[in-house]
């Protein structure tokens, strides 16, 4: 069972930058299309970004040029980068696979003030 870790959430200003860190167990980590999802009270949880096992990524129009999705795969790691944050972007943020095969990490917080 591959077990998710997220990490390096936190409390900003707009337009400051955060990476966050998601740490995957298991072998099958290299074999999955990764993404970042985020949830916010209320809402649905929503894709951000995928990056795929050779490192084609996509992006939710509203982070396109903002956020950036890389992946080390000998770390069993998947990042995002986020620059020129929003308050919209103030939410819980998951990685999982695309689609969503594994369990859900505790998620890390984002919030953004202005």
């Known amino acids: 069972q591959v077990q998710l870790v997220e990490s390096g959430g936190g409390s900003v200003q707009a337009g400051a930058s955060l990476t966050l860190s998601c740490a995957a167990s298991?072998?099958?980590?290299?074999?999955?299309?990764m993404a970042w999802y985020r949830q916010t009270p209320g809402k649905q949880r929503e894709l951000v970004a995928g990056?795929?096992?050779?490192?084609?990524?996509n992006y939710n129009d509203s982070v396109k040029g903002r956020f950036t999705i890389s992946r080390d795969n000998a770390k069993n790691t998947v990042y995002l980068q986020m620059n020129s944050l929003k308050p919209e972007d103030t939410a819980v943020y998951y990685c999982n696979a695309n689609p969503t095969i594994l369990a859900w990490g505790q998620g890390t917080q984002v919030t953004v003030s202005s």
């Open positions: 990056i795929t096992r050779g490192g084609n990524t």
């Open positions: 298991g072998s099958i980590f290299g074999r999955l299309i």
